[in-house]
């Protein structure tokens, strides 16, 4: 904080040395972020080991993506998850072994493939997020369905801010 000519103590504005670094507000949200991450890697590896006992926990958010978007190509897969196409490509054969994803020519580009669930891999991610959604029912019943809106909305509005 600084004090601007009439003595008052004003926030640093955003284009301020500190830079937001020394803002308790900031502090605050570092933190919870960290639990927050930390938690839900650990949930991601539960949920990936329901979904397949044999599934790699960052597969969970591949399959996912793909239950949200239907068919999408696998270098859209990588971006969105933020992995090379190598990566990718063993993630892909692994998902295919275990039945859970499927992969076929894209009509568009005889050179690309289209992934996307297969019926089994359908019915286990269903299944699993279908639990995971009842267990945020029960963990937030004290809150008010606007108070949830409102952390959806924020939540959202925070990943499309780290997205830029």
Same mark, same amino acid.
């Given at each position: ?10 926030a640093p ?42 599934? /790699?926990? +960052? &597969? $969970? ?7 949200? @978007?239907? *068919? %999408? !190509? =696998?270098? /859209?897969? +990588? &971006? $969105?998850i933020g ?5 990718? @490509?063993? *993630? %892909? !054969? =692994?998902? /295919? ?39 945020y029912v ?27």
């Amino acid at each position: 904080m600084h004090e601007d000519g009439n003595g008052d103590a004003k926030a640093p504005g955003p284009g301020s040395s500190s830079g937001g670094m020394d803002q308790p507000e900031f502090l605050d949200l570092e933190r919870e972020l960290t639990v927050l991450f930390r938690r839900a890697r650990a949930k991601q590896g539960e949920m990936a080991r329901e979904v397949h006992p044999d599934l /790699e926990s +960052a &597969a $969970y958010g591949l399959l996912v993506r793909l239950d949200e @978007s239907g *068919q %999408l !190509r =696998a270098t /859209e897969l +990588a &971006a $969105y998850i933020g992995v090379g196409k190598a990566t990718m @490509s063993r *993630q %892909l !054969r =692994a998902l /295919e072994d275990l039945g859970l994803v499927a992969r076929e020519p894209d009509p568009a580009d005889g050179r690309a493939w289209l992934v996307h669930l297969t019926e089994e891999g359908r019915r286990r991610v269903a299944k699993v997020r279908e639990a995971r959604r009842a267990r945020y029912v029960a963990q937030m019943s004290h809150w008010e369905r606007e108070e949830v809106a409102e952390l959806a909305r924020l939540l959202n509005q925070l990943n499309r801010g780290m997205d830029q």
